[in-house]
């Protein structure tokens, strides 16, 4: 088979389902490896190479969403074996399983573990695809856990010096690189013109392929590209410059690989990625995207690409993972707040940790202005309302409604909340699951459990019944909790929320 391999830090999903749309295009059978599935055309692979089949009953089969507060089994669904960390033999029997099927091609998604534990030690590239070896954005590296930097130049250290081996045959190999990356000139001075080259970049018009114009709205982001032979237009729902580079890097593959324009301009648009700038429409007057931003440079970015293309407003929904670095959780929420009018802080996957610490830690990451106003409560206000005493929840509720910050671990409603709010010309980002379509949660003897939980299945039940909520007349859904009473009941209460410090005195001015 031709193989195409595609590496880097970010960006490797993307790009090779991009690569994939290509050459589908131009009627090869296509062999896919990557992080959400392994697959030939539109079967699934198991990972020894079978095409795969449900192995029991699956109990959300016949439902249109989850339930709150309960987790719904999850059995009999296809699970991403190995993922990045699949041993090098499971790797050669996917490779074969495809080739059997009749794949003139596979696009691999080639990871830093998987480089690591040698999965691609015996795999022969023909097109070797490296999206960048720079952080995109975010902090100086003088600003990073030191275990982090330590990481990422492992990472580069270990993807230069397989290229440097891999790629040594001009007439049977090519080289696709990000000419808008900073490491690009060090791989290139290591392979020493070993094998062709073809550059792409969204700033560099230096580049073989680049972006002329880039122009986006809330639903899709339409880019003139110039290659060597002509001009594309190329019109994709994935949003932000960060997937704009993406659509190069496949471009350029494509150019690479000698595939006409048009075939590259038809293989690109028609691809929808599960769980990457994934629109969910269902005819609304505001767009919902899904998308796996799960790290404080992805959710940054994507944010400011909603914002660029026009959103009115931004009502943000994400969590973060529990058992995973505690230090990203108040990042995330410090560029949630940064950049999204509303933000909902809900569940990941909580897993053996306990939900509220996992809000807890987010929260930290929100102003302390903000949040100190509130220091004077008998309990923080911005935290799940069911962790509260009954006769606290208008006090923090009118707190998370004047900020328009809000804490709801269970994630079905946190979904629902956002939706249900969300005017026209406005986004709700769902971010962080993308493709999964599971929740991690622990029972009470400390045991993980797996729910099912699809935020694009969620997103899609809950846009059904948004005709229902239309119908109800004097019904406020601008602000949550929709329709509330907060304020008349604060006056009910004669109690002032600034200076709140007990209950003490509220049943005398009437609560309960």
Not at 143 to 159: D, G, K, S
Not at 424 to 433: F, I
Not at 458 to 482: G, M, V
Request: overall charge negative; proline content about 5%.
């Amino acid at each position: 088979m031709v193989n195409v391999g595609v590496l880097g830090l970010v960006g490797k999903t993307t790009t090779a389902w991009l690569i994939r749309g290509i050459l589908e295009e131009l009627g090869q059978t296509v062999g896919l490896m990557s992080s959400v599935e392994h697959a030939i055309a539109e079967d699934r692979l198991d990972e020894d190479g079978e095409l795969w089949e449900p192995l029991e009953e699956d109990p959300s089969a016949e439902r249109e969403s989850s339930v709150p507060f309960k987790l719904i089994p999850y059995a009999g669904k296809y699970e991403q074996y190995y993922g990045d960390k699949m041993p090098g033999l499971n790797a050669q029997k996917l490779l074969a399983g495809m080739r059997d099927r009749g794949a003139g091609v596979s696009v691999l998604e080639v990871g830093a573990e998987g480089l690591a534990r040698g999965t691609f030690d015996f795999v022969d590239l023909n097109v070797a695809v490296v999206t960048n070896l720079s952080p995109r954005v975010g902090q100086p590296a003088s600003q990073q856990p030191p275990e982090q930097v330590a990481a990422c130049r492992a990472t580069v250290e270990l993807t230069m010096c397989t290229l440097g081996v891999k790629l040594r045959d001009a007439e049977s190999q090519a080289l696709v690189v990000n000419a808008d990356d900073p490491a690009t000139e060090e791989l290139l001075r290591r392979l020493n013109g070993a094998v062709p080259v073809v550059t792409y970049g969204v700033a560099n018009r230096g580049a073989d392929v680049y972006a002329e114009s880039i122009k986006s709205n809330i639903w899709e982001t339409e880019v003139i590209v110039k290659t060597p032979s002509g001009r594309l237009q190329i019109i994709t729902n994935l949003l932000g410059r960060h997937n704009v580079a993406n659509v190069l890097a496949a471009v350029a593959t494509g150019v690479a690989l000698k595939a006409p324009l048009a075939s590259i301009v038809a293989g690109i648009e028609a691809v929808e990625i599960p769980g990457r700038s994934e629109i969910i429409d269902e005819g609304q007057e505001f767009s919902v995207v899904v998308d796996a931003a799960r790290n404080p440079d992805a959710l940054g970015a994507m944010l400011d690409a909603l914002r660029q293309g026009g959103a009115r407003q931004i009502l943000t929904v994400f969590g973060c993972s529990g058992n995973e670095d505690p230090s990203v959780r108040p990042k995330m929420g410090a560029v949630a707040h940064a950049k999204s009018d509303y933000v909902i802080v809900t569940n990941e996957n909580p897993r053996l940790e306990d939900p509220s610490k996992v809000v807890a830690d987010i929260v930290a990451g929100f102003p302390d202005e903000m949040v100190n106003r509130y220091s004077a409560y008998a309990y923080f206000p911005f935290q799940d309302q069911g962790r509260t005493p009954l006769w606290f929840e208008p006090y923090l509720q009118k707190a998370q409604r004047d900020n328009k910050r809000y804490v709801m671990e269970d994630r079905y409603s946190a979904i629902r909340a956002a939706i249900g709010t969300a005017g026209p010309e406005d986004v709700v980002l769902l971010a962080g699951k993308g493709h999964e379509d599971w929740v991690e949660h622990a029972d009470e003897e400390g045991n993980s459990l797996m729910g099912w939980l699809d935020d694009r299945v969620e997103a899609r039940n809950a846009l059904s019944k948004l005709k229902y909520l239309q119908q109800i007349p004097n019904f406020s859904r601008e602000t949550l909790p929709w329709g509330s009473k907060i304020e008349t009941l604060m006056e009910t209460l004669a109690v002032d929320p600034e200076v709140l410090g007990k209950p003490a005195g509220l049943g005398e001015a009437g609560g309960d």
